[in-house]
């Protein structure tokens, strides 16, 4: 099992940049794709990243796509999410995700075995 934790978020206008971090603990972190998910209010939790163990392959939602980057350090045990250009529509709360198995890539919630408590992004118009 996967411990993970994010830190970061906050408030930012539109336009505005923000990261947010996840650290993990408790597996191989190295061996393991990971991923980010959002939940606005109302709405159901949704892909917005994924990277691969190594952090060469990256997979995007396409709302995020060209304004989000996603990063991760194995030496550390964490992962980042770089946002840009922020709208309110990225309005939510950010998870970070670890999958059910070794080589998943989570890209949609019932892949997902770990998720982090979520941190808040509010972007403001």
């Known amino acids: 099992q996967v411990q993970l934790v994010e830190s970061g978020g906050g408030l930012v206008q539109a336009g505005g940049s923000l990261s947010v971090s996840c650290a993990a603990s408790?597996?191989?972190?190295?061996?393991?794709?990971m991923g980010w998910f959002r939940q606005a209010p109302g709405k159901e939790r949704e892909f917005v990243a994924a990277?691969?163990?190594?952090?060469?392959?990256?997979y995007y939602a396409d709302s995020v796509k060209g304004r989000f980057t996603i990063s991760r350090n194995n030496a550390k045990n964490t992962m980042s999410l770089q946002m840009n250009s922020l709208k309110p529509e990225d309005t939510a709360v950010y998870y970070c995700?670890?999958?059910?198995?070794?080589?998943?890539?989570?890209?949609?919630?019932?892949?997902?075995?770990?998720w982090g408590q979520g941190t808040q992004v509010t972007v403001s118009s």
């Open positions: 408790g597996r191989a972190f190295s061996s393991y794709g």
């Open positions: 995700a670890a999958p059910r198995g070794r080589f998943v890539i989570p890209t949609s919630p019932p892949m997902v075995g770990s």
């Open positions: 990277i691969n163990w190594n952090g060469v392959n990256t």
